[in-house]
Nanobody, 126 residues
Framework: QVQLVEAGGGLVQAGGSLRLSCSAS????????MGWFRQAPGKEREFVAA????????SYADSVKARFTISRDPAKNTVYLQMNSLKPEDTAVYYC???????????????????WGKGTLVTVSS
């Protein structure tokens, strides 16, 4: 079993930056693909970014490309999401997820994820 814990959320003004982290316990993440998803009030959970277990391949939703960067630190068993140029529409609860299959993770198949964190709230004010 893997327990994922997100941190780093908060309130930021539009144009600002935040870095989210996702720390894992219970097992190593080195053979799991990792991703970030978000869910705004009244909306479905959506894919944001993914990174392969090797760290060499990433995938992003069009809405965050060139603004968000996903990375991972195997030594710390942690995945990060650097969010720059934040917009009010980025306001959501951000969830960390892990899966054994790249096809599942890169395609953002919410229903197919092996593991989920409980989320961290990001609020972007205008």
């Amino acid at each position: 079993q893997v327990q994922l814990v997100e941190a780093g959320g908060g309130l930021v003004q539009a144009g600002g930056s935040l870095r989210l982290s996702c720390s894992a316990s219970g097992r190593t993440l080195t053979d799991l693909h990792m991703g970030w998803f978000r869910q705004a009030p009244g909306k479905e959970r959506e894919f944001v970014a993914a990174i392969a277990y090797s760290g060499g391949v990433t995938s992003y939703a069009d809405s965050v490309k060139a603004r968000f960067t996903i990375s991972r630190d195997p030594a710390k068993n942690t995945v990060y999401l650097q969010m720059n140029s934040l917009k009010p529409e980025d306001t959501a609860v951000y969830y960390c997820a892990a899966d054994r299959l790249w096809a599942t993770m890169s395609r953002g198949r919410v229903g197919g994820m092996d593991y989920w964190g409980k989320g961290t709230l990001v609020t972007v004010s205008s």
